[in-house]
């Protein structure tokens, strides 16, 4: 290798690459290297975080007029700057490390051929060959078997079998030795070529900003960093393991193999349940920008939709707080499917009080899901806080909810498929968050709305039902799968069910009445009301029995009825306004109770 970085290395020198040069290669100078741009990471992280946390709140708190505003957007600009050279200097530390780790491999593969070639008293060459000496007797005169040169075959699995058979037993063990030492030098040069390719892609563009077809760049520049470390660092990933065996792992990492974790991972360390709230936040923060790179240029409806919804969830990460408001942490991010979004208000690791509300029909990664699904949590969180500060209540997107564009009246083309998968990936992120909490008994609240309260009863269903969850708060429910709160399997005095007069959703009619619902999507939303009426004594819903009814079991606090059906110009404003102090307070603080462990304190209503 020419130099410790291998820029222009072997694969610069191509064939003449030897196994002598091979051996001579200082794998700790690209180490040293990868140090040093792993230092200049974290002065940029540290710098970033003090322009962010410091310099922009003080300069907003202490100037304004305009002056003080342009001040802000250049320090704004200024992080964003930090921010890319701590990920593409991070990225440099993680590609030289990996390209050490893999020239490491072929040393030892080459000096183990050295060593065997020794210990036989073989000579290895300069070309690699092997000759070894005279051994065995001859068949006709007794004598021993002249000896002889193996020249070595890099892809021994593309050379055919040649038919012979040399006599002299040192032969086929030379031919091995040479063998293995030129599948070492060609596998080297590989490696040295594929990360030659890669850091010569990692430079920065001149200038003072970091435009966004820069973080498009730096998108690739990750990925391709990915896919040469996949051997280095992503196979140490514990995929398999329970979130509390996560939280162990991350535990026993050292320092710079978390902040390589961090720089190249940051989508599978962000999205991974069991890591602690900062560390995912911090991952997800980074991996935001990286998604907003990918998508960036792209003219297909969903990307600029995702986009959209990314760009305003990074606007509201960046704002300031103000007095008493919950700060936000982002715990999970990612444009698969419909789009992944798990948002904090209040950190959950530290909160004695944690609730997960999980969204339904029609939900997925736009600018309605920030604007209106994030107020839901951050208004719940907000509310919960004033009775008991320890408290984070979290929005989850963690799911491809049902996408129904004629409507609700429609819901029954959703299925539960969805929810069963949707209530596996649940119940794994509770127990991140039970792992990752710092109380011995946390209080936890699931909530689900709409079709994602038929997601929580799903949750509910699995082997030991969602762990850690104490109290279950259901709002705009078509039914759950379970015909009685006591399945839910925290005791029916911890079912907490609103259902507005007006929500439609709540008189879905089961499916025995499919007839009347047929004639019920005809005459619109006020059809599915036309069949509650004439099957007055029907308490069952397209998913099970009613979780507002009587029969049901559960708790059902007071919901404002909501604007009527018709005539209202808001057919659907009841099953939405279940969270909002405004619209609905008798609801919404009922639900803020519940998740601040006041449950016992919310005023009930007679069921259906």
């Not at 040469?228 to 991350?250: F, N, T, V």
Request: glycine share 12%; aromatic share 6%.
């Amino acid at each position: 290798m020419s130099g410790p970085v291998g820029a222009g290395g072997l694969s610069a020198l191509g064939a003449t690459l030897t196994w002598a040069k091979l051996r001579e290669v200082k794998c700790a100078e690209l180490e040293e290297a990868a140090d040093g741009w792993g230092r200049v990471s974290n002065r940029a992280d540290a710098a970033r975080d003090r322009i962010d946390t410091q310099l922009v709140d003080d300069l907003r708190r202490t100037q304004k007029g305009e002056a003080a505003r342009a001040a802000v957007r250049r320090l704004r600009r200024l992080s964003m700057n930090f921010q890319y050279i701590y990920t593409e200097c991070g990225l440099l530390r993680t590609t030289l490390n990996s390209l050490a780790h893999e020239v490491k491999a072929q040393q030892r593969v080459l000096q183990g051929a050295l060593d065997d070639a020794a210990a036989l008293k073989f000579t290895v060459h300069p070309d690699g060959s092997v000759t070894y000496p005279a051994a065995g007797e001859g068949l006709v005169d007794g004598k021993p078997l002249a000896g002889g040169r193996a020249s070595g075959v890099p892809n021994p699995g593309l050379a055919g079998p040649s038919g012979l058979v040399a006599p002299n037993p040192n032969a086929a063990k030379a031919q091995d030795i040479a063998d293995r030492v030129a599948q070492a030098v060609r596998a080297a040069a590989d490696v040295d070529w594929r990360y030659a390719k890669i850091l010569r892609a990692l430079k920065a563009e001149g200038g003072l900003s970091v435009p966004a077809a820069t973080w498009t760049d730096a998108a690739g520049d990750a990925a391709a960093v990915r896919q040469a470390a996949s051997g280095y660092l992503e196979q140490g990933i514990p995929y398999d393991a329970s979130p509390a065996e996560r939280k162990a792992w991350w535990a026993g990492l050292t320092d710079e193999q978390r902040e390589e974790y961090l720089a190249v991972y940051p989508d599978r360390i962000g999205n991974l349940d069991g890591i602690p709230a900062l560390v995912r936040d911090a991952a997800n923060r980074d991996n935001l920008q990286l998604l907003m790179g990918k998508l960036e240029g792209r003219d297909d409806e969903d990307s600029v939709t995702k986009l959209a919804a990314l760009r305003e969830i990074d606007r509201q990460l960046r704002a300031v707080r103000e007095p008493g408001e919950p700060p936000m942490y982002l715990l999970g991010i990612g444009d698969q499917g419909n789009g992944r979004a798990i948002v904090s208000y209040g950190n959950p690791d530290t909160s004695r009080n944690v609730a997960a509300y999980v969204p339904g029909l029609n939900t997925s990664l736009d600018e309605e899901f920030v604007s209106g699904d994030l107020k839901r949590a951050r208004d719940t969180a907000s509310a919960a806080r004033e009775i008991d500060h320890s408290t984070a209540a979290i929005t989850w997107l963690g799911y491809d909810a049902p996408q129904i564009p004629d409507g609700l009246s429609s819901l029954a083309v959703a299925g539960t498929e969805r929810a069963e998968t949707g209530g596996r990936a649940f119940r794994e992120f509770m127990s991140g968050m039970v792992a990752s909490n710092d109380h011995d008994d946390p209080h936890m609240t699931a909530i689900g709305h709409s079709y994602g309260s038929r997601t929580v009863g799903s949750a509910t269903q699995q082997a030991g039902g969602i762990p850690g969850v104490d109290d279950i708060v259901l709002v705009g429910s078509p039914g759950l799968g379970v015909d009685r709160a006591e399945d839910l399997g925290v005791g029916k005095d911890h079912v907490f069910v609103g259902a507005a007069d007006n929500d439609v959703v709540t008189h879905l009619p089961s499916k025995g009445q499919a007839v009347l619902a047929a004639a019920g999507r005809v005459l619109g939303p006020a059809g599915s009301l036309a069949v509650d009426v004439v099957h007055p004594g029907d308490d069952d819903l397209w998913f099970g029995r009613d979780p507002a009814s009587e029969g049901f079991g559960a708790r059902r606090f007071t919901a404002d009825p909501g604007p009527p059906l018709i005539g209202s110009g808001r057919p659907f404003g009841a099953h939405s306004q279940y969270f909002d102090p405004n619209l609905d307070s008798v609801s919404a603080d009922s639900i803020a109770m519940v998740v601040a462990g006041r449950g016992y304190q919310v005023k009930q209503e007679s069921g259906r």
